[in-house]
């Protein structure tokens, strides 16, 4: 290239350069200067980190779900005092559909009044088909008191007879101790006289022991007791017992369950026909009747009792339930409460306080979506924290006799889009209102009301754009450095006329 065609080139140049040795630094401009990279950094440093955070585009719009789409709760709540025997969960909404007592898709767990767990974990599939009870009719019903009165009546002409004893057992606190180590079993009905089950039951029960009590020597070790405690006489050995519902017929075996052995209750529950024949049958298959050849200290062989007549033992005074319901997305409710078709239950000694491990709607949240729903409400000062799981870790106590715990739940569905992901998420959330009441018109329960919105949250996360981040970076450059150097011009030029001020060059 020629020296014409190189000084041309030259003329396009923007940033012609003066010689250093025609300029000079000032302690102004020094200052100046290092503002400048001082501001430089900072405003870099910030549009970095905003460029690294992402916002969030967000608008309301009606509810996208289609017509008969279903909502899934998902709960584990522990009941320290409510027995895993009788805890239903049903589920209605609005629609009028009720369900009740589910197992299909809830399981439960004995537990301690500490939580801890007791035994195995108990899911019924297909209780809810499980065959009732049966009862004795009005005929087998009469013939059970005509041959308890003709008993008595033989009592009261021979009142010394051993053989004329009374047909049940009354027991007490200490009784019921000092029977459990001497019977091989003991079968002891709880129940409550102002209880129609219960009344029901006494005859055939009575009648029942009758036909044992003849097929067990009194003086022999191993023999078959029935009894029967009063619980409003004996409220404390009841309760001890964890007796919720009336009447409850209890199996105890030597001090040692006959199901299950380590845990702390040493019984099983009877849940067969209330017919003399079946109670009877019952006793006669966990031990054999005595026989005239078999000596008074022969240990007999406890059997185990039937499967189809009995429910594991009860380890604990307390529930844990677990699961997952399916609603229509419509009002509803989800109630935890106790529930029987044969027993009867004491409010005022019924206590639904409970512990919420978890309550959420829809499906669990992965890690890195609970994190994209954490950055979504980075910036809201919610001491509960998480939306999506409201009633997490919240204990919930009956301070008095028969109250019933309510949460009402109001539910929206929040899509959330990802940056640079394909399809988007949904999560459920939820407001709630917690309140505890006293009713005298139901057994206390612990209610959960939904109320799903009709709008739905739709989320965009969107980041900065690359070439708008480097423009920005640019600007604040340039910006910057244009500032400063009119800054540092107007500095200089002040500094230079009060200079030849001093020097008397002004008129």
Not at 431 to 437: G, I, K, N, P, V
């Amino acid at each position: 290239m020629g020296l014409m065609s190189k000084a041309k080139f030259k003329n396009v140049d923007f940033y012609r350069k003066i010689p250093k040795d025609m300029t000079e630094g000032t302690i102004p401009g020094s200052v100046i200067s290092m503002l400048a990279a001082l501001v430089i950094g900072l405003l870099l440093v910030s549009e970095v980190g905003s460029y690294l955070t992402p916002k969030f585009d967000t608008r309301v719009v009606i509810d996208r779900s289609a017509d008969g789409e279903m909502m899934r709760i998902n709960f584990n709540v522990s009941f320290p005092a409510l027995s895993c025997e009788f805890a239903s969960v049903d589920v209605g909404d609005a629609m009028g559909l009720n369900r009740f007592n589910l197992t299909k898709t809830v399981f439960k767990r004995a537990i301690d009044a500490k939580l801890n767990p007791l035994g195995p974990i108990q899911w019924e599939r297909g209780h809810e088909n499980r065959k009732e009870p049966e009862h004795a009719d009005d005929a087998a019903t009469a013939v059970a008191i005509k041959a308890v009165e003709e008993h008595a009546e033989r009592k009261a002409a021979m009142p010394n007879s051993d053989k004329h004893a009374e047909a049940v057992f009354e027991l007490d606190a200490k009784s019921f101790e000092d029977e459990k180590k001497k019977a091989a079993v003991l079968l002891v009905n709880f129940y409550a006289p102002w209880c129609p089950w219960s009344r029901r039951l006494d005859p055939v029960w009575k009648a029942s022991a009758l036909q044992i009590h003849a097929k067990y020597p009194k003086d022999h070790a191993n023999r078959v007791v029935v009894a029967e405690v009063d619980c409003t006489k004996h409220e404390r050995l009841c309760r001890d017992q964890h007796i919720q519902g009336y009447p409850s017929v209890r199996v105890y075996t030597k001090s040692h369950d006959a199901l299950h052995r380590g845990y702390d209750h040493d019984h099983t529950s009877y849940h067969g026909d209330r017919t003399v024949e079946a109670i009877t049958t019952f006793a006669e298959e966990l031990l054999p009747a005595w026989k005239a050849t078999d000596h008074k200290d022969t240990e007999l062989a406890i059997r185990q009792p039937v499967e189809t007549q009995t429910v594991k033992k009860i380890d604990g005074p307390g529930c844990s339930v677990t699961g997952f319901v399916l609603v229509k997305k419509v009002p509803g409710h989800l109630w935890v409460t106790a529930t029987s078709k044969s027993h009867s239950f004491h409010a005022e000694s019924m206590n639904m306080s409970h512990v919420v491990h978890h309550f959420y709607f829809g499906q669990q949240l992965t890690p890195q979506r609970k994190r994209y729903l954490d950055r979504f409400h980075s910036r809201e000062k919610d001491p509960k924290g998480d939306w999506h799981d409201k009633l997490a870790g919240g204990t919930f106590t009956s301070e008095e006799d028969n109250v019933t715990h309510e949460h009402y739940l109001q539910t929206v569905l929040t899509t959330i889009k990802p940056s640079g992901s394909p399809a988007p998420f949904n999560v459920y959330e939820y407001t709630q209102h917690s309140h505890s009441l006293r009713s005298e018109k139901e057994l206390p329960r612990a209610k959960f009301h939904f109320d799903p919105s009709p709008v739905q949250i739709s989320v965009s996360e969107e980041r900065q754009k690359f070439y708008h981040f480097i423009t920005t970076l640019m600007a604040i450059v340039g910006g910057v450095y244009s500032v400063m150097g009119i800054a540092d011009g107007f500095v200089h030029n002040s500094i230079q006329a009060w200079k030849k001020k001093e020097l008397g060059k002004f008129g």
